[in-house]
């Protein structure tokens, strides 16, 4: 979710116009640019990597195929979109002064759409772990066309605001509609997940659960932990973000010049995209059977790749065998095509 406008970047030397300019309205230096693009790379190549061994251990594993994770697999995909589109569109605007319209406008719709949707999955995630752990029969007889329509909502609702953004600018202002995402899709989100966390640990300690083996408590209890640290990094990543929107946005320059710092922006921008990057590696961690499917995917990756490699080599020695018979044959003189006369057949 970004509403920060691009400008030509500054460096010690001057550029000639030829050459590429970076942005900065702030005065970007060169070096942390470079820096920054650096670490935003490694973030999309974890995000893409990470997020796709979750959504591949969710489809080859049938195992893993619980209605808690039909979210945190579509989690998996915006997180994925983030690394794919969001931070090579930011890279592309920080390194060469992308200042047409069109692309500000698509690559601010894509900033505030991974940023709801992330905010959406984990809102509907934390209510599902509520419910499975308060009302544990109510859970498993719920319709699966339930789940169908939250998983629905959380995709169309990110796409609405993300597609009226620029509408919302230029009708209720920059002030008022930066206000609005930071109550309706962060704070009110936030309270509901820290509400709903709060009831999942007064339930489990009051044992409200007589009909559930020990094994499923303490499988409910660790998803439900996985997820509060997944929240807890959201809150660690996106708050500082969100805060330094609104002083930006409603104090100025002038009463606030450290909101302004090119360096605290890069930073911020860095710590809201990691987060893409962070959720796998808490399922690794806290979710055996993801680290399992994991470990079980990247060996097959592997050993296809070692295939591919040893297919690789062994038509390259065959060829090179091939070609180096051709060589060392001595050339066979053809057979003269002789006729023989009629007493010699007779």
Known sequence: MSNYTSAPLTTRSNTSKASMALIGSYGYNYVDVVVSCIFYVFIAVMAIFGNALVTGSF??????????????????VADMLVGLISV??????????????????????MDIFAGVASILHLMVISLERYYAVAFPVR????????????LVLVWVVPALVAATTKYS????????????????????????????????????????????????????MRIAVTIALVVGFFIIAWLPFFVVQLVVVYCGPRSCPQAFDPRLLLFLKFMHYSNSAVNPVIYAVKIPEFRRAFRQLV?????????????????????????????????VSPKPNTKLSVNEKS
């Open 59 to 76: 489809i080859r594993h049938r195992r893993l195929r619980t209605f808690t994770n039909y979210f945190v697999v579509s989690l998996s």
């Open 88 to 109: 090579p569109m930011w890279m592309l605007n920080l390194l060469y002064s992308v200042g047409d319209q069109v692309f500000q406008n698509i690559f601010r719709s």
């Open 139 to 150: 859970h498993r007889n719920t319709n699966a066309n339930t789940y169908i329509i939250l």
């Open 169 to 220: 600018i230029e009708n209720l202002g920059k002030k008022e509609n930066i206000l609005f995402l930071f109550v309706v899709f962060f704070m009110f989100p936030l309270l509901l997940i820290l509400f709903t966390y709060a009831g999942i640990w007064v339930a489990a300690r009051k044992r409200i659960q007589p009909m559930l083996t020990s094994r499923s408590k303490k499988s409910d």
């Open 299 to 331: 060996a097959i990756c592997l050993c296809c790749l070692k295939k591919l490699q040893a297919r690789e080599e062994l038509e390259l020695f065959s060829a090179t065998d091939m070609r180096g018979s051709v060589e060392k044959s001595p050339a």
